[in-house]
């Protein structure tokens, strides 16, 4: 089946604009993950769904930052009143949760923002 | 200290050879490993995972892991010049979540 997809690929946001990012994963897979990676970095993580279960948003840099999965497939990671700092390739994962297995992640081609 | 720690490279082979690629974290509780690879521009893609002690063989490349000295490798058999990219290796702690090292840039010269 198809892998992980993001829309849009790429986005530029004029400093105080809203974006929303949008995740579709791959079919079956309850567990989705968002991650926001810096030029030269590992992958960061930002927050993570069980179905539409909103589970751990530790990483999610600001009260800015919102995500949601209301259907239990599609994400949106929605950012507020971007800021420069906010520039960074968005990834979203996806994973099959099997009960004793190492719940490997697979990643969509991500979405690059620039904030000018 | 970082939480998962590589050293950046770039690590350069020459086509043909073994390369190393190192990894090592601080969390003992840490219960899988992974190692992806990344393409300039691209994103990850999971290459293995490991998490019993040991090794772990697929096709050219092997993981590597030792829960004891907290450390975790990656072994490329007959390196290619296709497989010059960023290797990130990532840690499940047991939240699910991902943390990930800055990765290794790997150079495979012609």
């Known amino acids: 089946g198809a892998g992980v997809s993001q829309s849009p690929r790429y986005k530029v946001a004029k400093r105080g604009q809203d974006v929303a990012l949008r995740c579709d994963p791959i079919?079956?897979?309850?567990?989705l993950f968002w991650y926001q990676q810096a030029l030269g970095q590992g992958p960061e993580f930002l927050t993570y769904f069980q179905n539409e279960a909103q589970l751990d948003k530790s990483g999610l840099p600001s009260d800015r930052f919102f995500a949601e999965r209301p259907e239990g497939s599609v994400s949106t990671l929605k950012i507020q009143r971007t800021q420069q700092e906010d520039s960074a390739v968005y990834l979203c994962?996806?994973?099959?949760?099997?009960?004793?297995?190492?719940?490997?992640?697979?990643f969509g081609p991500g979405t690059r923002l620039t904030v000018t | 200290q970082k939480e998962v720690e590589q050293n950046s490279g770039p690590l350069s082979v020459p086509e043909g050879a073994i390369a190393s690629l190192n990894c090592t974290y601080s969390d003992r509780g840490s219960q899988s490993f992974f190692w992806y690879r990344q393409y300039s521009g691209k994103s990850p893609e999971l290459i293995m995972f490991?998490?019993?002690?040991g090794d772990k063989e697929d096709g050219r490349f092997t993981a590597q892991l030792n829960k004891a000295s907290q450390y975790v490798s990656l072994l490329i058999r007959d390196s290619q010049p296709s497989d010059s990219a960023t290797y990130l290796c990532?840690?499940?702690?047991?939240?699910?979540?991902?943390?990930f090292g800055s990765g290794t840039r790997l150079q495979v010269q012609p």
């Open positions: 490991i998490y019993s002690n």
């Open positions: 994962a996806s994973s099959l949760e099997v009960l004793g297995g190492a719940y490997e992640q697979y």
């Open positions: 990532a840690v499940n702690t047991g939240r699910r979540a991902l943390t």
């Open positions: 079919s079956g897979h309850v567990s």
